[in-house]
Nanobody, 123 residues
């Protein structure tokens, strides 16, 4: 089994930058791709970015150029740097992981999830 935990700063203002962290524990050697999603109140979970073990990345069109996903080292921590956050992006941010060696934007592809981290973006 793999356990994921998200962390970061919980409240920011529109236009600010923020870095989220995702730590994994358990059978981390099985993880190939780690992805970030967010889910606003009453909305579907939305793909943001994914990164493979080898460093290949994939971004949603609406965040490319503003968000950066990185995988800095062997401890399987993944960061999501978010710049110029918009007010309507208050949401719970989740990291997910998979072992089938594909970068996918479909949330159903990822069997391992963290509990989520609430980010509030105020005006």
């Amino acid at each position: 089994q793999v356990q994921m935990v998200e962390s970061g700063v919980g409240s920011v203002q529109a236009g600010d930058s923020l870095r989220l962290s995702c730590e994994a524990s358990g059978r981390t050697f099985t993880i190939y791709t780690v992805a970030w999603f967010r889910q606003g109140r009453g909305k579907e979970r939305e793909f943001l970015a994914a990164i493979s073990r080898g460093g290949t990345t994939k971004y949603a069109d609406n965040v490319e150029g503003r968000f950066t996903i990185s995988r800095p080292g062997p401890k399987v921590a993944v960061y999501l740097q978010m710049n110029r956050l918009k007010q309507d992006k208050t949401a719970v941010y989740y990291c997910g992981a998979e072992s089938r060696r594909k970068l996918r934007s479909d949330e159903n592809w990822y069997p391992y999830w963290g509990q989520g981290y609430q980010i509030t973006v105020s005006s």
